[in-house]
């Protein structure tokens, strides 16, 4: 069967209009060999999506990753974590983390992992999750890099039931019930366990003078409120939110204060977020879809260190979207929008500002004084598009889009062209080629009216990728794709003595990233599913002032992962991942020179930007489930081992002062992911 040309649904709603048959029979000896069958249908386009689609439940099945959506990403090609295994957002394809955007039901938000990676979202709310890592739509903006699109299931409209998760790692509950025949809710609540294993008020054994007083914590929430309309609406409020917390204490004898003086004192962190959305969607006949969401967000920031130092900001983010989809002419679909953002940031700090970016080598150089600032920072975001897919006949189709967009804050304009053209070969191989313009907001850090350079301009992209797909069994298949990324305006910091150094930061540098990534995937059958992936990439970034060009921190060439999942019964099922990879780039440690703030102290002398590689990453995740009843109530026990060989992947390496170092003799330390970690889990479900 050959796809189909024109997908049901661009948006986040899908139309799906069910069959109730109900049989009447008139009695054998009545109406001889004249049964009659009645067929009532019954259809309603605004149907709730309140199930997970098979792929996202396929993700939620990878090994080792306490059901976190959001972390079974770096189970696909080209994706890193950008922070070792202690966490980190993703990178992907030799782009940053912070050029990538992420969207809950079609709301963009900032805060989607907590501090140690895992992601804000309960397993048991999630519909669909989609990963664009290039090329992708007219409906995204504001980044570069990557778009990771999470949509949340509508409410089941049944007897109130509850839901019960208890973990080594986190614990958290979920209420979801009908309250009418046309009205329904959820909410759950989930918090970290990590504060149990860690001793308060202890010394660090392995590193004397730190002393946690406040073990980290987080936690976070979603809940949803749906009133289905009559046949043809949808009215939703969602809302979601979390939180990061934790305090140590840093004494003078401590590694880390040996090594930056200025920490020395009590470090805290308190991180929330926020957010409120109201959704109303409108379904028409021949797939008219109308959908208008508003959406607020907040986010407080929280930091303070050292003697006195702290930045405190407090982010307010309004949205209003609209979308519209239908079939205007023959063969045609128009998907057509508006967004408006609003975003208000109060700051203020009072701290000592490094002036660089992820492409120094030596931040300590860039150091400056001690600041400090109480300002706002708004800007307002406005935007049209329109995407056209033209099914041009049986084997071919064509989407054109195009994104009109004004920031004035940075007072930019942008009319940006996005393209796919699809060739439908055969009912099993499909060829597909995209190409976009694409931009987003620069750091925030960078355009600050004290700190930065509010005339920065926005960092943009090209994307061109070539893919394609082929089913070569009725089980298997395969796609194979070719991209590459030009990269422009990224921010430079100026050095001292440079034009002016003043500004601190100029759009002279750029980029580029090229690859190719292959993935073969098993469909479920006699139990068994997976998939195993291959990507190679290349990333660069030039100085533009200098014409010097380097590797980028994140290159990481090679990248394999294998997740193989088999269910034994209706009990047991099991899963395994598989990740190695090729290490990514660092800048040596070359010497130590005297500290000129702090007399006695030495900093690091690095060598050549990104001149060195690190070990290869290897790890190797195995859990098993057992479906079982408790007292009568459907629950599911997850055992884990993390990291089973226990391998001490390395994802940096710092100067490690002990107090005897000298500019000829001095220590350099690994920065070690986490060793092996067995998990237990137990999830109850209660009607």
Request: contains cysteine.
């Amino acid at each position: 069967m050959k796809p189909s040309r024109l997908p049901l649904c661009l948006c986040s709603a899908v139309i799906c209009i069910p069959l109730q048959a109900i049989s009447a029979q008139t009695p054998d000896e009545e109406v001889k060999k004249q049964d009659v069958e009645t067929l009532e249908i019954r259809g309603a386009r605004n149907q709730a999506n309140d199930e997970m689609n098979v792929e996202t439940r396929k993700l939620m099945k990878v090994a080792g990753l306490d059901n976190d959506p959001l972390a079974a990403v770096f189970s696909l090609p080209g994706v890193i974590y950008a922070g070792g295994d202690d966490g980190g957002e993703p990178a992907i394809r030799g782009s940053s983390p912070n050029d990538n955007a992420f969207y809950i039901d079609d709301i963009p938000v900032n805060y989607v992992f907590h501090l140690f990676g895992d992601s804000i979202f309960n397993e048991n709310v999630i519909r669909d999750f989609a990963l664009h890592p290039a090329g992708f739509g007219s409906q995204y903006s504001n980044a570069t890099g990557g778009v990771f699109d999470v949509k949340l299931r509508d409410p089941k409209n049944q007897d109130l039931a509850a839901t019960v998760n208890l973990g080594m790692l986190k614990t958290g509950f979920m209420v979801e019930g009908g309250i009418t025949e046309d009205q329904a809710f959820y909410f759950t609540y989930r918090r970290s366990l990590i504060h149990l294993f860690i001793n308060e008020g202890e010394e660090d054994e392995e590193d004397p003078g730190f002393v946690i007083y406040q073990a980290p914590v987080s936690d976070d929430y979603q809940g949803k409120y749906q009133w289905l309309i009559g046949n043809n609406h949808k009215l939703t409020f969602t809302v979601a939110g979390a939180s990061d917390s934790g305090a140590a204490n840093i004494a003078a004898h401590a590694e880390e204060a040996r090594a930056d003086p200025d920490i020395i004192g009590d470090y805290e962190i308190n991180d929330k977020f926020d957010s409120q959305s109201l959704s109303w969607q409108y379904f028409g006949n021949d797939l008219k879809i109308m959908h208008l969401t508003i959406g607020h967000s907040n986010e407080k920031e929280r930091e303070s260190f050292g003697a006195g130092q702290f930045i405190n900001v407090d982010n307010d983010v309004y949205n209003a979207r609209f979308l519209y989809q239908f079939n205007w002419i023959d063969d045609h679909q128009l998907i057509a929008g508006i967004d408006l953002d609003r975003e208000e940031t109060n700051y203020s700090y009072n701290a000592i500002i490094y002036f660089c970016t992820d492409h120094d080598r030596d931040c300590e150089s860039k150091k400056g004084d001690r600041i400090q600032d109480t300002d706002k920072l708004v800007s307002n975001n406005y935007a049209a598009y329109f995407n056209d897919i033209w099914s041009l006949n049986d084997n071919w189709q064509l989407e054109t889009g195009i994104r009109a967009e004004y920031n004035d804050y940075i007072k930019q304009r942008f009319i940006q062209p996005r393209l796919s053209l699809s060739w439908f070969a055969t009912p099993a191989l499909t060829l597909t080629a995209k190409a976009g313009e694409y931009s987003r907001f620069p750091d925030v850090n960078t355009v600050l009216k004290k700190i930065g350079n509010p005339a920065l301009n926005a960092p943009t992209a090209r994307h061109y990728s070539l893919g394609m797909n082929y089913q070569f069994a009725d089980i298997w298949q395969t796609s194979f794709d070719v991209y590459h990324k030009d990269l422009k305006n990224l921010a430079r910091s100026i050095n001292d003595g440079e034009p002016n150094e003043d500004l601190r930061y100029s759009n002279d540098l750029s980029g580029d990233a090229n690859g190719f990534e292959w993935l073969i995937r098993r469909d479920k059958r006699n139990g068994w599913y997976g998939w195993a992936s291959v990507s190679w990439s290349q990333s660069e970034r030039t100085d533009e002032f200098t014409n010097t060009t380097t590797e980028y921190y994140l290159d990481t060439p090679v990248i394999a992962n294998l997740v193989v999942n088999y269910e034994l019964n209706d009990r047991w099922d099991f899963g395994l991942k598989l990740s190695v990879r090729s290490g990514a780039k660092y800048t040596p440690i070359i010497g130590l020179r005297d500290n000129p703030d702090h007399p006695g102290h030495y900093l690091p002398v690095y060598g050549n930007l990104n001149s060195e590689t690190l070990p290869a990453y290897r790890r190797l995740d195995l859990q098993a489930n057992y479906k079982t009843t408790i007292f009568g109530n459907d629950a599911e026990w997850n055992f884990a081992i993390l990291n089973v060989t226990g391998n001490r992947n390395v994802s940096g390496y710092y100067f490690a002062p002990d107090g005897n170092e000298t500019p000829d003799n001095f220590i350099i330390d690994a920065q070690e992911g986490m060793g092996s970690f067995p998990a237990i889990g137990l999830k109850i479900h209660f009607d």
